[in-house]
Structure formats: C-alpha cells, structure tokens
C-alpha cells in the first residue's frame, strides 16, 4: 500500500508540474504570436509591428499616422517608431491600454505658444470652442469636431496654441501630438493632420533608422506596377484628391514633396492612376509634373525641384487625377523665404 501511496504521488506531483509548466508558457506563446504581427509598407520601405501595429490599426491607421518613415528602435531606452505625422512609443511601465502611446513631437519641435488672456476664455458649453484650461488655449469649430471624432485627447493630447495662419495661408493649429491643417478647397476632408513626424525625423533622427527593411520580417509586399501593375475598381462613382506637402517653408534652392491620395466615393483608395501636378511661380511661370500611377493604397509621391521662386510669393500646386471620365482636383501651396 506504501508503494503505490507514493507511486500515485509521484504522479500527481509529475502532472502539476506539466500543469504549471503548461500554464507559463501558453502565455509566452501568445505573446510571441501577437509581436510576430507585422505589416510592410512598400511606400517608405518599413515594417509595423506587434503592439505598434494594433494601434495603427486601432486608432486612425493610414488618415491619423501616415507611413511608417523609421523601423522601431530604441530611444532613450524606449522603443519607439516614426511615422510622416507621429511617433508611437511603448510604455510597457503603464497599465492597459495605456502601454503604446503617441510622442510630444508638438512641443518637441516648439510649437507651445503662451495661454490666451482670461478675457478670451469661451463660456463653458460654447457651442463652437472647449477651452482646456491645462494648456490655456481653445479648440474651436471644425477642428474640435475632428479632434473628438479621431481619438481626442489620446491621440492629440492638449491643443498648445490657438488656430492661427501660417506664412503658406494655411490655417493650423498646434497640439501636444499633432498638428491640424484646414483645407477648404477639399470639402470632403477639410481638416488634415501635418507633417509632423516627417518634420523631426529629417531634423534629428539618426538616417540609419530610415534606411529601408527588408519585406520578409513582415508579409510579402504588394506586387510594383511593372510586376503586375494595380488597376482601378469598376465600381468608382467619384474621385476625392488629398495632398499634403512635406516642407510648407522651404528654402529657395530645396527640394519639395508632395504626398498625395487619391480616394473613391467610399474613401478607399484608387490604385493605378496618374496623377497630374502643375506648379505656378509668381502667378506666371509654370511647370509641369506626372506622378503615379497610385499604388493599391492610392498614393503616390513626387519630389521635385524649386524652380525660381521670388522670396515671400506662394507657390501653388494644382493636381489633377481622372478615372474614365470621372477627374478630381486638388490645390496645395508652399512659400519659399530663404
């Protein structure tokens, strides 16, 4: 009886130390599951992945953080990963969901402008501003409408300046996280997000995190146009351009990019176009650019020299794009100073 006493023991021990070890390392399998996620983007040439690429997902995806511009490295001891309008960073000290976050670029690049005098604060309710009394300063009218339907406070943080009009015409304003641009010429996307991310990274981020990835630590990427080249749905009813400019200053002698989208009626981009750029200098000279055709996203991209610009006259783009007999337009602008 004494043997198999301790024979049956030996068992039960056996089989609770399979338990526990089954119990430790089903975690760990998960997690490596979940950071084995991963996403190339042929358009900059680098991975998202694991948790940074569930919260691309998650909270704005291509519209909010643009493309992926760095891999994901260390920075001062975070891990970190640049993108055209953000930095993501992972918190892995915070609780749940607050672990990935967005980075400061706003007040990193120093767009903290001083609080409004007490006199301008909007009464509580406004209908058109919410003032946060944090930083000092208003959102008002259709940036506030764009900041609480995009994630708000996680995604912007506090708004560090009031609206105001930049040397380009453009009107903007300053988050902790970002940056809004007004584009009345665009009805169906008035409010877009700058460049920010785009801004830090050619200004201090090292150039060996920029270098392009190899495609196969993530899935195999979209085939290029001369491989099997992407064609347009049939099912394209309208056309919607959307372009946004890397430098709206720039130096007379530089070189400018434009980023540009193009979507359908239902928002989803529109592979295999050629998109049309005409730049006017002065209200006189012009110059004539092609780009494309779109990818399976609809971008595309142009970079292209500064002609002659007179100091302190705004450039104007006008592109153009057409599907069949369908076209759409768009309007974008720089200046030159220095």
């Not at 767009?111 to 946060?132: E, L």
């Not at 981020?205 to 495609?215: A, G, K, L, Q, Y």
């Not at 899935?219 to 959307?242: C, D, F, N, Q």
């Amino acid at each position: 009886m004494t043997d198999q006493m301790a024979r049956i023991k030996g068992i039960a021990s056996r089989t609770i130390l399979c338990v526990a070890v089954l119990l430790c390392v089903l975690p760990t399998v998960r997690i490596a599951a979940q950071q084995d996620e991963s996403r190339y983007f042929e358009e900059t040439g680098h991975n998202v992945s694991g948790e940074f690429l569930r919260f691309y997902d998650a909270r704005g995806g291509l519209e909010v953080f643009g493309y992926p511009l760095t891999r994901q490295f260390a920075e001062n001891g975070r891990q970190v990963q640049y993108f055209q309008r953000v930095r993501i960073e992972s918190h892995p000290e915070n609780p749940e969901p607050y672990q990935v976050q967005l980075g400061l670029l706003g007040d990193l690049l120093g767009y903290r402008t001083p609080p409004i005098d007490a006199a301008d604060i909007p009464p509580p309710g406004h209908a058109g501003k919410r003032y946060f009394p944090e930083t000092g300063h208003t959102v008002p009218f259709a940036f506030l409408e764009f900041y609480n339907s995009h994630g708000g406070l996680d995604i912007f943080g506090y708004p560090i300046s009031e609206w105001l009009v930049e040397p380009n015409g453009r009107i903007v304003q300053y988050f902790q996280r970002g940056k809004m641009e007004w584009y009345p010429e665009s009805p169906e996307q008035r409010v877009q997000l700058g460049m920010l991310g785009s801004q830090y990274v050619e200004r201090f981020v090292d150039p060996n995190e920029r270098r392009r990835e190899d495609p196969r630590i993530g899935p195999r990427p979209l085939p290029r146009p001369e491989e099997k080249g992407p064609s347009a749905p049939a099912t394209v009813s309208a056309l919607r351009i959307m372009v946004t400019l890397k430098n709206p200053i720039i130096g007379l002698k530089g070189k400018q990019t434009a980023y540009v989208y193009v979507f359908d009626q239902s928002n989803q981009g529109v592979p295999g176009l050629l998109v049309e750029m005409e730049v006017q200098y002065n209200g006189a000279q012009v110059e004539h650019f092609s780009m494309g055709p779109t990818n399976a996203n609809g971008y595309c991209q142009i970079e292209f020299p500064i002609a002659e610009p007179t100091p302190g006259y705004v450039v104007i783009l006008n592109l153009r794009a057409r599907y069949q007999e369908i076209e759409a337009q768009a309007n974008a602008a720089f200046l030159p100073w220095w």
